[in-house]
């Protein structure tokens, strides 16, 4: 099975502008779950969509929102970039429910650069 | 009441050396506590993990304490190598509940020859 796929890599953008990341889970997988990660904070939670639906939602503000598709592929947008949102943006897929809950499977992330 | 909290932030390990990670958490409703591996320019990878009705999970050179009254539990990685050299998040989650996990801050691991 392909692993999960985030593109783009990188982006660099400029304060006040918004920027969208795209997530494709690994096949089968429904639940996609997005991260945050800074040195200094660390991997900090962001939204998780279950079949369309967003189930879960970090502390962020309103600047942050996503959405899932049909077919579990998600994309999450930020708008009026600030510097502060420069960050390596991460996405997780995961088989959900039963045994393996908790087992998320990470993309390589989208670093974004916000000048 | 959500907080994972982890240490050290940084480990300096020689080759064959033993790493000790540890971690600490407040809320008893955890019941499934991963750890995650991370190399530069990846995302993080799932190393191990273990639920509480357990003290202690082995997985080749990893191993999972498990203290649940303590409510701690620590990673040791055995005969440590210099590809062990990585960022390592613990974390712990409901599997009652949807996939909201929540990790510590990370340990950087090096390990020199």
């Known amino acids: 099975k392909a692993g999960v796929t985030q593109t783009p890599r990188y982006l660099i953008k400029t304060r006040g502008q918004q920027v969208t990341l795209s997530c494709s889970p690994i096949?089968?997988?429904?639940?996609v779950s997005w991260y945050q990660q800074t040195p200094g904070q660390g991997l900090q939670f962001l939204f998780e969509y279950f079949s369309e639906t967003q189930r879960n939602k970090g502390n962020f503000p309103g600047r942050f929102s996503g959405r899932q598709f049909s077919n579990s592929r998600s994309e999450m947008n930020v708008s009026t970039l600030e510097l502060g949102d420069s960050a390596l943006y991460l996405c997780?897929?995961?088989?959900?429910?039963?045994?393996?809950?908790?087992?998320?499977?990470f993309g390589p992330g989208t670093r974004l650069t916000v000048l | 009441q959500q907080q994972v909290k982890q240490s050290p932030q940084s480990l300096i390990v020689q080759k064959g050396g033993i790493s000790i990670i540890n971690c600490a958490y407040e809320n008893t409703a955890f019941d499934y506590f991963p750890w995650y591996q991370q190399f530069p320019g990846k995302g993080p990878a799932l190393l191990i993990a273990?639920?509480?009705?357990?003290s202690e999970k082995k997985e080749g050179r990893f191993t999972i304490s498990f203290n649940k009254s303590a409510k701690q539990f620590s990673l040791h990685i055995m005969d440590s190598q210099p590809g062990d050299s990585a960022t390592y998040f613990c974390?712990?989650?409901?599997?009652?509940?949807?996939?909201?996990?929540?990790f510590g801050t990370g340990t950087k691991l090096q390990v020199i020859p």
């Open positions: 273990i639920r509480p009705d357990v």
């Open positions: 096949s089968g997988h429904r639940s």
């Open positions: 974390a712990a989650t409901f599997s009652g509940g949807y996939q909201k996990v929540t």
């Open positions: 997780a897929s995961s088989p959900d429910g039963g045994s393996r809950v908790g087992e998320q499977f």
